[in-house]
């Protein structure tokens, strides 16, 4: 349709432009035909006058055609004739050979003269015979006519004449009299014929916006396929005709993961051009009787109609997102995309088209919490689990925007000196009831509505106000998102943050996972290398539980690793080797001048373990849980500065550890 309605318009345009060059040749025509009549028309009547005069002047004309030599009277005339008029040249014949010539040149009988055809057609038709000529000589003017006119006296013929006529003036003044004449005559077919052409082309255009604004109303204007209302309508007409087939429909609801990704990295042209690529992927993976649709930004809707049950319908989703996941060539580049989708299927004459695009979408809120690049069928308590996220989404956003989340701090233990070293800042958002909502829940709710920044940013500059509070010699650890890291202003963000504080660098300790270091490797080594010329430490968290961990440990100085809880939680079960392994990771980090601290320690058993690999520091529900920053008073810190207590399994020891018991873990 798009294509087709730019081509009407010039086709319209090269109509118009022909008829008026047929006008404009028609005019230039007439104009040479009608000139030539006028100037043959002259010609005769000049050649016919000049002829009686002729007769009536020169009393011995038959004798004269005859070849006699004029009389004095006569000579006398064509002297004085010869140079006036519009008559250069004429001759008296007979039987079709000149006798006689007078120029103005010369006057004299001819001796010897060729036979002219014309003259004696025209003695014999009693009828003048005339041609134009172009002058090609000195003695002939530029355009001249030849007229052969017989002369009778009393019935009978007395001679021919042949006068050449000068018409070059004459026909300057035709041609410019009708050449003026021509201008105004295109003028004025040109006006008549413009303001129907003027009205006609108007209406095309009129008629042409009409039919584009009835396209628009029924499709999406990037990619010309169905929008949502005229979906709506098909859909109903469709399931209107299910019962009469016996057959289902399944409505498949498309989203482009990460596709702002795209724009931000390739601008809108490049966004654009995938939205096009992409609908015209569905369309030819698609089947005469379906219907895809753009409901907006990066969702499709796709109505399969026609099939028996869920297994087609499976089939046909996984047939869709491999149309998707093709590679998108634009220009230099090579797009990668994934969708998710979400299918929903129509159970019953009482199905809706909008309650099956509801129950589409969230099955298709389902794909992406799953982790995006996967198909999932609605579920009927999947409209709960949405009303959850909803809800969840409008606490974590007012959160955000009123300062409402909470930090708790949990604290690091130094096993050599048995003394308390700090705390690690652990979030938490407290929910409508009062109680806290882990961050296990919320934290990646946060990252899909692209608010951990500000989240990461407020934990940031509370961790280090707090932080400021306490002895100098305790350190905060702060966790750090990758989603941090995006804009690269992280280093920019922590000095604020140190500053407003009041604290000094190296009290700062900021922990990251292996996963940062999965993307845009040198940016990001070149962000943590600013904030450890700052003189904050940089940590490796959750160590041992990647598969890539080691190969950074050489390409970053990192100040200290902290050993994931799964090492802890594993010491005392069937794998034997996980002592091994732990106190291999303690070496490793002695070798590499990194400090290595040890998560989940849970039980008296494992802090002796610890303590006699020689671990640097320690962490977890046996030496403290978290707890928010009201409840670190000077008598709690004054308590965790004492000596720390020789580990053991007794029951009543491992109670006198347990500073404080919160309900709200890590």
Same mark, same amino acid.
């Not at 002297?79 to 006036?84: D, E, F, P, V, W």
């Not at 977890?620 to 670190?632: D, M, V």
């Not at 491992?654 to 500073?659: F, P, R, S, V």
């Given at each position: 349709?798009?294509?087709?309605a730019?081509?009407?318009?010039?086709r319209?345009i090269v109509?118009?432009?022909?008829?008026?060059?047929?006008?404009?040749l028609?005019?230039?025509?007439?104009?040479?035909?009608?000139?030539?009549?006028?100037?043959?028309?002259?010609a005769t009547?000049?050649?016919?006058?000049?002829?009686?005069? +002729?007769a009536?002047?020169?009393a011995?004309?038959e004798q004269?055609?005859?070849?006699?030599?004029?009389?004095?009277?006569?000579m006398?005339?064509?002297?004085?004739?010869r140079n =006036?008029g519009?008559?250069?040249?004429y001759e008296?014949?007979r039987?079709?050979?000149s006798?006689f010539?007078?120029?103005?040149?010369?006057?004299?009988l001819?001796?010897?003269?060729?036979?002219?055809?014309d003259?004696?057609?025209?003695a014999?038709?009693?009828q003048?015979i005339?041609?134009?000529?172009e002058?090609n000589?000195?003695?002939?003017p530029?355009f001249f006519?030849?007229?052969?006119?017989?002369?009778q006296?009393d019935?009978?013929l007395t001679a021919v004449?042949?006068?050449y006529?000068?018409e070059t003036?004459?026909?300057?003044?035709v041609?410019n009299?009708? +050449?003026t004449?021509?201008?105004? !005559?295109?003028?004025?077919?040109?006006l008549?014929f413009s303001?129907?052409?003027i009205?006609w082309?108007?209406? @095309?255009?009129?008629k042409h916006?009409?039919?584009?604004i009835?396209?628009?109303a029924?499709?999406?204007?990037l990619?010309?396929?169905?929008?949502?209302?005229?979906?709506?309508?098909?859909?109903?007409?469709a399931?209107?005709? +299910?019962?009469m087939?016996?057959?289902?429909l399944?409505?498949?609801f498309?989203?482009?993961?990460?596709?702002?990704?795209v724009?931000?990295?390739?601008?809108h042209?490049?966004?654009?051009?995938?939205?096009k690529?992409?609908?015209?992927?569905?369309?030819?993976?698609?089947r005469i009787?379906?219907v895809?649709?753009?409901?907006g930004?990066d969702e499709f809707?796709?109505?399969?109609?026609?099939i028996?049950g869920k297994?087609?319908a499976? =089939?046909?989703?996984?047939?869709?997102?491999?149309a998707i996941?093709?590679?998108v060539k634009f220009?230099?580049?090579?797009i990668l995309?994934t969708?998710?989708?979400?299918v929903?299927?129509?159970?019953?004459e009482?199905?809706?088209p909008?309650g099956?695009?509801?129950s589409a979408?969230?099955a298709?809120?389902?794909?992406?919490a799953a982790?995006r690049?996967?198909?999932r069928f609605f579920l009927p308590?999947?409209?709960?689990?949405?009303?959850?996220?909803?809800?969840l989404?409008?606490?974590?956003r007012?959160?955000?925007?009123?300062?409402?989340?909470?930090?708790?701090?949990? *604290?690091?233990?130094?096993?050599?000196?048995?003394? +308390?070293?700090?705390f690690?800042a652990l979030?938490?958002m407290?929910?409508?009831?009062?109680?806290?909502?882990?961050?296990?829940?919320?934290?990646?709710v946060a990252?899909?509505?692209?608010l951990?920044d500000k989240?990461?940013?407020?934990?940031l500059r509370?961790?280090?106000?707090?932080?400021?509070t306490?002895?100098a010699h305790?350190t905060?650890?702060v966790n750090?998102s *990758?989603?941090?890291?995006v804009?690269?202003?992280i280093?920019?963000?922590v000095a604020?943050?140190l500053?407003?504080a009041?604290l000094?660098?190296h009290?700062?300790?900021?922990?990251?996972t292996?996963?940062?270091?999965?993307?845009?490797?040198?940016?990001i080594?070149?962000?943590?290398?600013t904030?450890? @010329?700052?003189?904050?430490?940089?940590?490796?968290?959750?160590?041992g539980?990647?598969?890539?961990?080691l190969?950074y440990?050489w390409?970053?100085?990192?100040?200290?690793?902290?050993?994931d809880r799964?090492f802890m939680?594993?010491?005392?079960?069937?794998?034997c080797?996980v002592?091994?392994?732990?106190?291999?990771?303690?070496?490793?980090?002695?070798?590499?001048?990194?400090?290595?601290t040890?998560?989940?320690v849970?039980t008296a058993n494992?802090?002796a373990f610890?303590e006699a690999a020689e671990?640097?520091?320690?962490?977890?529900f046996?030496?403290g849980? *978290?707890?928010?920053?009201?409840?670190?008073?000077?008598?709690? !810190?004054?308590?965790?500065e004492?000596?720390?207590p020789?580990?053991s399994p007794?029951?009543?020891q491992?109670?006198?550890?347990?500073?404080?018991n919160?309900?709200?873990?890590?």
């Amino acid at each position: 349709m798009p294509s087709l309605a730019r081509i009407r318009p010039q086709r319209n345009i090269v109509t118009i432009v022909a008829a008026l060059a047929i006008l404009l040749l028609g005019a230039g025509t007439t104009l040479k035909i009608t000139t030539e009549h006028l100037l043959r028309q002259d010609a005769t009547s000049t050649a016919r006058s000049w002829a009686r005069f +002729l007769a009536a002047s020169v009393a011995d004309l038959e004798q004269i055609a005859g070849g006699e030599q004029p009389s004095a009277a006569s000579m006398a005339f064509f002297r004085s004739a010869r140079n =006036s008029g519009e008559v250069f040249h004429y001759e008296f014949n007979r039987n079709g050979y000149s006798q006689f010539v007078s120029t103005r040149e010369k006057i004299a009988l001819v001796d010897l003269s060729e036979y002219s055809p014309d003259a004696a057609r025209s003695a014999v038709d009693g009828q003048p015979i005339i041609d134009v000529g172009e002058g090609n000589s000195p003695d002939r003017p530029a355009f001249f006519a030849r007229a052969y006119v017989p002369i009778q006296t009393d019935g009978r013929l007395t001679a021919v004449v042949a006068a050449y006529v000068d018409e070059t003036e004459q026909r300057k003044n035709v041609h410019n009299t009708f +050449l003026t004449a021509a201008v105004f !005559l295109c003028l004025l077919s040109g006006l008549a014929f413009s303001i129907p052409a003027i009205a006609w082309y108007r209406e @095309t255009k009129v008629k042409h916006a009409d039919r584009r604004i009835r396209f628009l109303a029924h499709h999406d204007a990037l990619t010309g396929l169905t929008n949502r209302p005229q979906l709506i309508e098909k859909l109903e007409s469709a399931i209107a005709r +299910l019962p009469m087939r016996g057959s289902s429909l399944a409505v498949h609801f498309i989203d482009i993961d990460r596709f702002k990704e795209v724009n931000d990295s390739l601008g809108h042209d490049g966004g654009d051009f995938l939205l096009k690529s992409i609908a015209k992927r569905l369309r030819a993976a698609v089947r005469i009787d379906d219907v895809v649709a753009r409901l907006g930004g990066d969702e499709f809707v796709v109505v399969q109609c026609g099939i028996a049950g869920k297994a087609q319908a499976e =089939s046909f989703a996984s047939h869709l997102a491999a149309a998707i996941n093709a590679t998108v060539k634009f220009k230099q580049h090579e797009i990668l995309t994934t969708a998710s989708i979400g299918v929903a299927l129509a159970t019953g004459e009482d199905t809706s088209p909008e309650g099956l695009l509801k129950s589409a979408d969230l099955a298709l809120y389902a794909a992406k919490a799953a982790g995006r690049n996967c198909i999932r069928f609605f579920l009927p308590e999947m409209d709960t689990e949405l009303q959850a996220r909803i809800e969840l989404e409008r606490a974590i956003r007012e959160a955000v925007l009123n300062d409402r989340f909470e930090l708790h701090y949990q *604290p690091l233990f130094e096993v050599s000196r048995r003394r +308390l070293a700090g705390f690690e800042a652990l979030i938490r958002m407290p929910a409508a009831d009062g109680t806290l909502i882990p961050p296990l829940t919320f934290i990646p709710v946060a990252e899909d509505l692209r608010l951990i920044d500000k989240i990461g940013a407020w934990v940031l500059r509370e961790a280090c106000r707090t932080a400021a509070t306490w002895p100098a010699h305790l350190t905060v650890a702060v966790n750090l998102s *990758p989603a941090q890291f995006v804009a690269g202003n992280i280093g920019d963000i922590v000095a604020t943050a140190l500053t407003e504080a009041g604290l000094a660098a190296h009290r700062l300790e900021l922990e990251i996972t292996e996963s940062l270091l999965l993307g845009n490797t040198e940016t990001i080594m070149a962000q943590l290398r600013t904030l450890k @010329t700052m003189g904050v430490a940089i940590v490796m968290d959750d160590f041992g539980a990647g598969y890539s961990s080691l190969s950074y440990l050489w390409r970053f100085p990192f100040d200290k690793i902290k050993i994931d809880r799964a090492f802890m939680q594993s010491l005392n079960g069937p794998h034997c080797q996980v002592g091994t392994v732990v106190k291999a990771i303690i070496a490793l980090g002695r070798e590499l001048h990194m400090r290595v601290t040890v998560e989940g320690v849970e039980t008296a058993n494992q802090a002796a373990f610890l303590e006699a690999a020689e671990g640097d520091q320690v962490q977890g529900f046996f030496f403290g849980r *978290p707890i928010p920053a009201s409840e670190l008073g000077a008598s709690i !810190l004054a308590d965790f500065e004492k000596a720390m207590p020789p580990a053991s399994p007794a029951p009543a020891q491992a109670t006198k550890l347990h500073l404080v018991n919160l309900s709200a873990e890590r």
